[in-house]
């Protein structure tokens, strides 16, 4: 096999009748046993084609996957789950660059959030922060009655609104000593979630720094979370196995981070509708998933879509508890 793998000609080609991985003899343009190529290329300008191969035959399949992910989200889980797999990117593959990608815009544009241990839990950069947000907010409805009285379209002032209200929203739940009759405060009964609830009342910066650092590390902890709710929807279905499940879900994962990159861009532009995007294309993909997916009629696909968006925020809360967990934030 040695002889064998020295025979190179001039022009950097292997001329070998055995496969140099596993000496195999050889038929055809590839080892029958382990799929290597039957001749190996030993040039610079090879290396530099692989390379290219590589990029273009990921780029070739990424343009056949994303509209079909982004469309018709069911059908594409159909098609990878019967078999199809050349044309399309793997779920794992696709979610994988999906979460990078998230996480690179997210810092990008967010930078990245510092706690500081100096500061105690009494509330204090809390309450400063909730006085900076309520100090914006009646900026902006300032600016909006004063767009109104010049007859000019507040969509985008409306979409900015909306967001203050609801992180000011967020921050009167963090509250740890913020009055019951003061608005809305999330309580749960669940271990695991009340768990996350005590952790940003307690301590909002450290929490929120525990979820930055480490929701990179474990967001593969999102599909073995979601997988058995969505099982939920069909249980002891023989026709819909766990396989079908993992894929539909690594999927719809895949799409709504992809989303949250477009929407987290948009945003920094200044674009209007964001607020309206978030809150009405993640059911729409859902629906159409489940509809392409399972077969479901329009009933039937109306029910777990509603089922889905409730399991997603139970999921989200689980994969903070497993984040706060691991990492011992209390």
């Not at 400063?128 to 902006?140: H, I, K």
């Not at 159409?288 to 989200?316: D, K, N, P, S």
Request: proline content about 5%.
């Amino acid at each position: 096999m040695s002889d064998n793998a020295l025979a190179v000609g001039q022009d950097g080609h292997t001329h070998e009748t055995t496969c140099l991985n596993c000496a195999t003899p050889l038929v055809g343009s590839h080892c029958h046993a382990c799929g290597q190529a039957a001749h190996v290329h030993r040039t610079l300008g090879a290396f530099f084609h692989d390379l290219l191969h590589g990029v273009f035959h990921f780029e070739g399949r990424i343009w056949h996957t994303l509209p079909l992910l982004a469309w018709r989200p069911g059908e594409l889980t159909r098609r990878y789950i019967d078999g199809q797999r050349v044309r399309f990117v793997s779920p794992l593959a696709l979610f994988l660059f999906s979460v990078f990608l998230m996480f690179a815009v997210f810092h990008q544009i967010s930078g990245e959030w510092h706690w500081n241990p100096a500061v105690g839990t009494n509330g204090k950069t809390l309450a400063q922060g909730r006085a900076e947000t309520e100090r914006t907010l009646a900026t902006l409805q300032a600016q909006r009655a004063q767009m109104l009285s010049r007859h000019e379209d507040t969509t985008a002032i409306d979409d900015k609104i909306d967001s203050q209200k609801t992180a000011l929203d967020i921050l009167q739940n963090m509250d740890p000593g913020a009055s019951k009759d003061s608005g809305p405060h999330i309580d749960s009964d669940i271990p695991a979630l009340a768990h996350v609830i005590a952790a940003f009342r307690a301590n909002p910066g450290l929490a929120l720094y525990k979820l930055q650092s480490y929701a990179y590390k474990y967001s593969w902890a999102l599909i073995p979370i979601s997988v058995p709710m969505l099982w939920l929807l069909f249980p002891f279905s023989r026709r819909f196995q766990l396989y079908d499940h993992t894929v539909f879900v690594t999927y719809s994962l895949s799409f709504m981070t992809l989303l949250s990159v477009v929407l987290m861009v948009a945003d920094r532009l200044g674009l209007p509708g964001v607020s309206l995007a978030t809150l009405v294309v993640p059911p729409l993909h859902m629906f159409r998933q489940v509809r392409g997916a399972y077969g479901c009629g329009v009933g039937g696909a109306l029910w777990r879509t509603a089922a889905l968006l409730v399991f997603a925020m139970i999921a989200l809360l689980v994969f903070a508890a497993v984040i706060l967990a691991q990492t011992g934030a209390e």
